[in-house]
């Protein structure tokens, strides 16, 4: 698992190796064109057929086939494409919002303190290179390069002045801050060129080789480093190696044989990272994680495109190929499914957005065009409506116009993360819509959610299957928490790690829990199978296989989601043996518990969410009974059992779920094959089928 988001200055303080400036200054609000290139790059006459393993004789070969030997700036855009975006952001509006703003955020960094050294509260991360890389330097450059505005360009020296003077850049501790170390570097140096004296490039280019670049390779080379992220296959692989490469490119002619070399070894290994969205383009780790990951190694892939012609095959796997569609196959009506260490996107306006680069790297019309439509959706109260700078880079008015938004399924399995849902009918922000997650326990950044649901109905959610997770990363979140899932019974936690925090457990999901005490409640090398499946005009139905998830505590256990498109039913139905005499929990998380009402008979639960109504019956088992926890400010909602075992032991460590309470249902003494059938209806006067087992489901049933 890897760690991972208008006063103008008075006076700024001049470095003694600042090049001296002109009096006059522009104001930052009117573009002015930037000095043409100083020749070179001609991608039409000269194309690399190479794929990886390369070496450094291709990289160099390419480099110089296309001509960008002195090309500046030239790693994500060239100074004919700044003007262009600077003409179009006069005429769109869409466009001209983005503009504005990196410049606005801009000036906004330039009254604010430099970053200093500093490593976060496990001693690891150090937070100020991701500030500044993630969220000042991307906008002091690019406003800049709009305005000519010096004052953008002397700020961005200034914290990488000061930077280049922390003792370390995280490469032999955690090499996540190298590689965004990395990647700031190659875009202040790219886009501040002609502003930098030769000392301050000499500055940045020896920094990053002695902190970064030659530690990176030596690790690569000598197969050591502390988790040896470049043989992952999660974000910490694309984001570390694209941002080497980003760094090599733009200093490449300081040593072309070192660049070249190191070049050709990040691309080889990069490789692991691209094919982790085989097959459906989907990212095991969630959608935070996924942008994270995809958001810095897209940059590296466009450096390598403009300065070496080719990414040579890395951008040609089938599932990368995908992967810009994966927010939106995980949307329903009313929000995103989270997965693991994700934040939570619940509401239409929350829901997660792609990236302009996909369109534009494969010149696709149709993403295009998906992808505005979504931007203007989810954004439609906002000023702002592309998603973030790089957006404002690669959106092309004219490839949307000419493309036509995709059209999804009404249902999909979508495997890497595993997720399946069935929705009642598209383009429709009230429609009926039930997901559930699956897979293994296992991913990078994983929970313990398997068969975790998710339920939408007239553009409210009414359940979730996760509460996100504990934003700052505590210390111990991490380590590995004693006791492990096959210890036997007991209350007493010897370790507190991982497994012992709420939004963590499968207590804190949307799922069944078997004999609650201190141990994990699922096994963590537990994956979910897809057992059964079927879509029609009728409905729809997907049923997981649960069984290793759950293996301490079961025999067998499936569960099933299953949406009637007739009748508007959802199901949620639970079939499985327990081991032994047990007590089991269903739980529900919901945003909608507030004013929650459960019938005198216990079966029936009518919810309310921003004055839309939704009804939830329980048909099975026939003694079993709905009970509300409600949503606190400062509690965190254990289970009645674990309740005196981390209450006191987690105090601080949990940050409270106010926003969200739960529908349960607590069974004793349960030791026979047990069918747990919760149907969720638009009224509740309406009539639930009859109880079938899931081998039996039809799409009509």
Same mark, same amino acid.
């Given at each position: 698992?890897?760690?991972?988001?208008?006063?103008?200055?008075?006076?700024?303080?001049?470095?003694?190796?600042?090049?001296?400036?002109?009096?006059?200054?522009?104001?930052?609000?009117?573009?002015?064109?930037?000095?043409?290139?100083?020749?070179?790059?001609?991608?039409?006459?000269?194309?690399?057929?190479?794929?990886?393993?390369?070496?450094?004789?291709?990289?160099?070969?390419?480099?110089?086939?296309?001509?960008?030997?002195?090309?500046?700036?030239?790693?994500?855009?060239?100074?004919?494409?700044?003007?262009?975006?600077?003409?179009?952001?006069?005429?769109?509006?869409?466009?001209?919002?983005?503009?504005?703003?990196?410049?606005?955020?801009?000036?906004?960094?330039?009254?604010?303190?430099?970053?200093?050294?500093?490593?976060?509260?496990?001693?690891?991360?150090?937070?100020?290179?991701?500030?500044?890389?993630?969220?000042?330097?991307?906008?002091?450059?690019?406003?800049?390069?709009?305005?000519?505005?010096?004052?953008?360009?002397?700020?961005?020296?200034?914290?990488?002045?000061?930077?280049?003077?922390?003792?370390?850049?995280?490469?032999?501790?955690?090499?996540?801050?190298?590689?965004?170390?990395?990647?700031?570097?190659?875009?202040?140096?790219?886009?501040?060129?002609? *502003?930098?004296?030769?000392?301050?490039?000499?500055?940045?280019?020896?920094?990053?080789?002695?902190?970064?670049?030659?530690?990176?390779?030596?690790?690569?080379?000598?197969?050591?480093?502390?988790?040896?992220?470049?043989?992952?296959?999660?974000?910490?692989?694309?984001?570390?190696?694209?941002?080497?490469?980003?760094?090599?490119?733009?200093?490449?002619?300081?040593?072309?044989?070192?660049?070249?070399?190191?070049?050709?070894?990040?691309?080889?290994?990069?490789?692991?990272?691209?094919?982790?969205?085989?097959?459906?383009?989907?990212?095991?780790?969630?959608?935070?994680?996924?942008?994270?990951?995809?958001?810095?190694?897209?940059?590296?892939?466009?450096?390598?495109?403009?300065?070496?012609?080719?990414?040579?095959?890395?951008?040609?796997?089938?599932?990368? &190929?995908?992967?810009?569609?994966?927010? *939106?196959?995980?949307?329903?009506?009313?929000?995103?499914?989270?997965?693991?260490?994700?934040?939570?996107?619940?509401?239409?306006?929350?829901?997660?957005?792609?990236?302009?680069?996909?369109?534009?790297?494969?010149?696709?019309?149709?993403?295009?065009?998906?992808?505005?439509?979504?931007?203007?959706?989810?954004?439609?109260?906002?000023?702002?409506?592309?998603?973030?700078?790089?957006?404002?880079?690669?959106?092309?008015?004219?490839?949307?116009?000419?493309?036509?938004?995709?059209?999804?399924?009404?249902?999909?399995?979508?495997?890497?993360?595993?997720?399946?849902?069935?929705?009642?009918?598209?383009?429709?922000?009230?429609?009926?819509?039930?997901?559930?997650?699956?897979?293994?326990?296992?991913?990078?950044?994983?929970?313990?959610?398997?068969?975790?649901?998710?339920?939408?109905?007239?553009?409210?959610?009414?359940?979730?299957?996760?509460?996100?997770?504990?934003?700052?990363?505590?210390?111990?979140?991490?380590?590995?928490?004693?006791?492990?899932?096959?210890?036997?019974?007991?209350?007493?936690?010897?370790?507190?790690?991982?497994?012992?925090?709420? &939004?963590?457990?499968?207590?804190?999901?949307?799922?069944?829990?078997?004999?609650?005490?201190?141990?994990?409640?699922?096994?963590?090398?537990?994956?979910?199978?897809?057992?059964?499946?079927?879509?029609?005009?009728?409905?729809?139905?997907?049923?997981?296989?649960?069984?290793?998830?759950?293996?301490?505590?079961?025999?067998?256990?499936?569960?099933?989601?299953?949406?009637?498109?007739?009748?508007?039913?959802?199901?949620?139905?639970?079939?499985?043996?327990?081991?032994?005499?047990?007590?089991?929990?269903?739980?529900?998380?919901?945003?909608?518990?507030?004013?929650?009402?459960?019938?005198?008979?216990?079966?029936?639960?009518?919810?309310?969410?921003?004055?839309?109504?939704?009804?939830?019956?329980?048909?099975?088992?026939?003694?079993?009974?709905?009970?509300?926890?409600?949503?606190?400010?400062?509690?965190?909602?254990?289970?009645?059992?674990?309740?005196?075992?981390?209450?006191?032991?987690?105090?601080?460590?949990?940050?409270?779920?106010?926003?969200?309470?739960?529908?349960?249902?607590?069974?004793?003494?349960?030791?026979?094959?047990?069918?747990?059938?919760?149907?969720?209806?638009?009224?509740?006067?309406?009539?639930?089928?009859?109880?079938?087992?899931?081998?039996?489901?039809?799409?009509?049933?």
């Amino acid at each position: 698992m890897r760690w991972v988001k208008f006063a103008i200055v008075a006076t700024l303080i001049t470095l003694a190796c600042t090049k001296p400036k002109d009096n006059a200054t522009p104001s930052p609000l009117t573009p002015t064109p930037p000095p043409p290139n100083n020749g070179g790059g001609n991608s039409s006459t000269f194309l690399s057929t190479a794929n990886v393993p390369i070496d450094g004789a291709e990289v160099l070969r390419c480099f110089t086939g296309m001509k960008m030997k002195d090309v500046r700036p030239r790693l994500l855009y060239s100074t004919s494409d700044i003007i262009t975006i600077q003409q179009n952001a006069q005429a769109d509006q869409v466009l001209k919002a983005s503009y504005d703003d990196i410049i606005s955020k801009a000036i906004t960094v330039l009254s604010t303190p430099l970053l200093e050294y500093g490593l976060d509260g496990a001693g690891l991360r150090i937070t100020s290179i991701h500030t500044f890389a993630n969220e000042q330097l991307p906008f002091l450059v690019l406003a800049y390069q709009f305005t000519r505005d010096t004052r953008f360009a002397l700020r961005c020296w200034q914290q990488l002045d000061r930077m280049c003077s922390y003792p370390d850049w995280g490469a032999n501790r955690h090499f996540l801050d190298a590689g965004i170390a990395a990647k700031a570097i190659a875009m202040a140096y790219d886009g501040l060129f002609d *502003y930098l004296s030769v000392q301050q490039r000499e500055r940045l280019s020896s920094s990053v080789r002695n902190l970064v670049l030659q530690p990176g390779k030596t690790q690569i080379e000598t197969n050591t480093g502390v988790w040896k992220w470049y043989l992952s296959n999660d974000n910490w692989n694309g984001i570390c190696l694209g941002g080497m490469i980003m760094a090599s490119l733009a200093t490449y002619e300081t040593d072309s044989a070192f660049h070249s070399s190191l070049i050709a070894l990040c691309a080889n290994n990069m490789l692991r990272y691209m094919q982790s969205f085989d097959p459906d383009g989907a990212s095991e780790e969630g959608m935070s994680y996924w942008a994270y990951g995809l958001s810095n190694t897209f940059l590296a892939l466009e450096s390598m495109k403009r300065c070496l012609s080719t990414t040579y095959g890395l951008t040609e796997q089938t599932g990368f &190929k995908k992967t810009a569609l994966f927010p *939106y196959l995980v949307s329903g009506p009313a929000g995103t499914a989270t997965f693991g260490d994700d934040y939570l996107y619940v509401g239409k306006n929350n829901k997660f957005l792609s990236y302009c680069w996909f369109s534009h790297f494969w010149k696709d019309a149709n993403m295009a065009k998906t992808h505005y439509d979504a931007c203007l959706s989810v954004n439609s109260n906002k000023t702002i409506k592309l998603n973030g700078w790089t957006d404002l880079l690669f959106y092309k008015k004219s490839l949307v116009d000419q493309g036509n938004a995709a059209s999804f399924p009404l249902a999909s399995y979508i495997r890497g993360i595993d997720y399946m849902y069935l929705q009642e009918n598209i383009g429709n922000d009230n429609a009926l819509y039930v997901g559930m997650h699956g897979g293994d326990n296992n991913a990078s950044h994983g929970h313990l959610d398997a068969g975790t649901f998710f339920i939408q109905a007239n553009g409210e959610n009414f359940a979730v299957g996760s509460l996100g997770l504990e934003i700052p990363y505590p210390s111990d979140y991490f380590s590995a928490a004693v006791p492990v899932y096959s210890a036997p019974m007991g209350n007493a936690v010897t370790t507190v790690g991982r497994y012992s925090y709420y &939004k963590i457990r499968t207590e804190g999901k949307s799922c069944l829990v078997f004999n609650p005490d201190a141990r994990p409640e699922q096994n963590p090398v537990g994956k979910a199978i897809l057992d059964r499946s079927a879509n029609d005009n009728a409905g729809g139905y997907y049923t997981l296989d649960l069984t290793s998830n759950y293996n301490r505590d079961v025999t067998s256990y499936k569960r099933g989601i299953k949406l009637n498109r007739s009748t508007g039913i959802i199901t949620i139905q639970d079939e499985f043996v327990p081991v032994k005499n047990s007590t089991v929990y269903w739980i529900m998380h919901s945003p909608s518990t507030d004013g929650l009402m459960i019938s005198s008979d216990g079966k029936m639960a009518t919810m309310t969410k921003n004055g839309k109504t939704y009804f939830a019956r329980l048909v099975s088992p026939q003694n079993a009974v709905f009970e509300l926890v409600n949503r606190s400010e400062t509690a965190i909602n254990y289970l009645t059992e674990t309740q005196p075992i981390f209450s006191s032991l987690m105090n601080g460590k949990n940050k409270p779920n106010k926003w969200y309470g739960k529908l349960q249902i607590k069974m004793s003494d349960l030791s026979s094959a047990t069918t747990i059938r919760i149907d969720f209806i638009k009224s509740n006067s309406q009539m639930s089928p009859s109880l079938i087992p899931m081998s039996l489901w039809t799409t009509g049933n």
